[in-house]
């Protein structure tokens, strides 16, 4: 019988900082109500929603198959240990944003499906990310953790804001969810109450009331306290490395030296270690019931990053660095595939870390159902009359994975019928959702 007296929801407590904890079998730590002789509840469904601009190798982005037996194209080959817990949905579009046919007015509508507005006016619609976090998300501290690796465009491309090559998330039709660039920002917005310059470690507040929790709990929870604790450690030292080097890769400043010394603002000099990072932020959101909805942007629409830390196929001895993101899309060529396997190598990484955590009879993976889209299917051509779609994870076992679900050539064929089905599994149900009446049944 459990002797420790938990919460209605159970936090660690210290000087400044609050820490929600993992699953435990001991502590109904997901806020339900004590029962006698049985474990807690399961582990709620997470949502999250990937992105990364300028499309794919049109030619590689396939998969056909089932279960075990999935084959997928080359782009996608970095997620094969996951094919029994992947969905590739083929022909889903949005029709609104067929109308301007350029980057902008097809990314600012991508989680919503709503018309854009050009001419300086900033419209789109609330994403479903944002929908969901209006609800589902209110259960915890972070109701929604919206994560970027590019800051965002300024300016107008032919009588299209930028602002919508650069948000995925809107909160409002008129207004873009803020981004969070710097990893250690979202760090203290997840674990702190208030962030400030040298407040000490997150662990070291929490220490006294996380000691008092381990005397309480099960040893097979104890382990997983430990694991837990360790992980947040290792994320804070990566951050405060991080924050010690230099700039965003893709921005390339207009002097040699800074005429001035510049701050520490946090920010890896390595794109990889930036995404890495991310990543790792949204796994702890996600493990510790801090937040059950977070968006990442891995980079822009029309994106101007470089990549020197990958090894070109087309000009051997050299860095991936000699074209930005956008104009290195325009081509089918061997480094764009290698790009792409990069990007997708930062979801494995992601799957594989949320795999690695078990949640009761299933693994944090299973308990999360991730959407990862681009706003294109090939950057040289615009090419958005289907895009590229696949979701991951089981959403506590309402999603079966492993399958290719093709909706080409059907009339109702909206994107956000896959978003309808999404919120529907965590009782978000619209009776509409941009230009959708109903959801995929078959998801």
């Not at 474990?39 to 998969?63: I, M, Q, T, Y």
């Not at 998330?169 to 208030?194: G, V």
Request: a positive charge; glycine letters at 8%; charged letters at 25%.
């Amino acid at each position: 019988m459990n002797k420790h007296q938990f919460s209605r929801r159970t936090f660690l407590r210290g000087m400044g900082v609050t820490m929600a904890l993992p699953w435990l079998e001991s502590a109904n730590v997901w806020g339900d109500e004590p029962k006698k002789n049985r474990p807690a509840s399961e582990a709620p469904v997470r949502v999250a929603a990937l992105f990364s601009g300028n499309g794919f190798h049109s030619k590689e982005w396939w998969a056909k198959g089932e279960g075990k037996a999935m084959e997928l194209g080359q782009v996608l080959a970095p997620l094969n240990d996951f094919r029994t817990k992947l969905l590739f949905v083929k022909g889903l579009y949005h029709e609104e944003a067929r109308k301007g046919n350029i980057h902008s007015s097809q990314t600012g509508n991508l989680l919503s499906g709503a018309p854009i507005t050009s001419g300086g006016e900033i419209r789109s619609g609330t994403s479903f990310d944002q929908l969901v976090a209006q609800s589902y998300g209110r259960s915890t501290k972070v109701p929604s953790l919206v994560l970027a690796c590019e800051r965002s465009f300024p300016g107008v491309h032919k009588n299209y804001s930028m602002l919508y090559s650069s948000h995925i998330s809107w909160s409002s039709p008129t207004t873009p969810t803020p981004l969070e660039i710097y990893p250690a920002l979202a760090f203290d917005r997840l674990f702190k109450d208030a962030a400030a310059p040298g407040d000490r470690s997150v662990l070291d507040a929490v220490l006294n009331d996380a000691g008092d929790l381990r005397r309480n709990v099960s040893q097979a929870d104890r382990q997983k306290l430990d694991e837990y604790l360790d992980s947040v450690r290792d994320v804070e030292k990566r951050i405060e490395s991080a924050g010690r080097r230099g700039e965003l890769q893709g921005w390339r400043p207009t002097l040699d030296k800074p005429n001035i010394k510049r701050p520490a603002d946090g920010i890896p000099q390595d794109i990889a270690e930036h995404m890495r990072l991310m990543c790792d932020i949204m796994v702890l959101g996600f493990q510790t019931d801090t937040t059950r909805v977070t968006t990442l942007k891995l980079n822009n629409d029309h994106s101007a990053l470089r990549f020197p830390n990958i090894k070109s196929v087309q000009q051997p001895g050299n860095g991936i660095d000699y074209m930005i993101h956008h104009l290195l899309s325009h081509s089918d060529g061997k480094d764009w595939l290698k790009i792409n396997q990069f990007f997708m190598e930062q979801v494995a990484y992601l799957a594989r870390k949320m795999d690695a955590i078990q949640e009761g009879p299933r693994t944090l993976l299973d308990n999360t159902m991730l959407v990862y889209c681009s706003s294109m299917m090939a950057g040289a051509k615009h090419d958005n009359d289907q895009l590229p779609v696949i979701l991951l994870g089981g959403a506590g076992g309402r999603i079966k994975g492993g399958r290719v679900l093709d909706y080409s050539g059907k009339a109702d064929r909206q994107l956000c019928r896959l978003f309808m089905s999404m919120m529907d599994k965590v009782e978000v149900r619209p009776k509409t959702f941009g230009d959708a009446k109903q959801m995929l049944q078959e998801v």
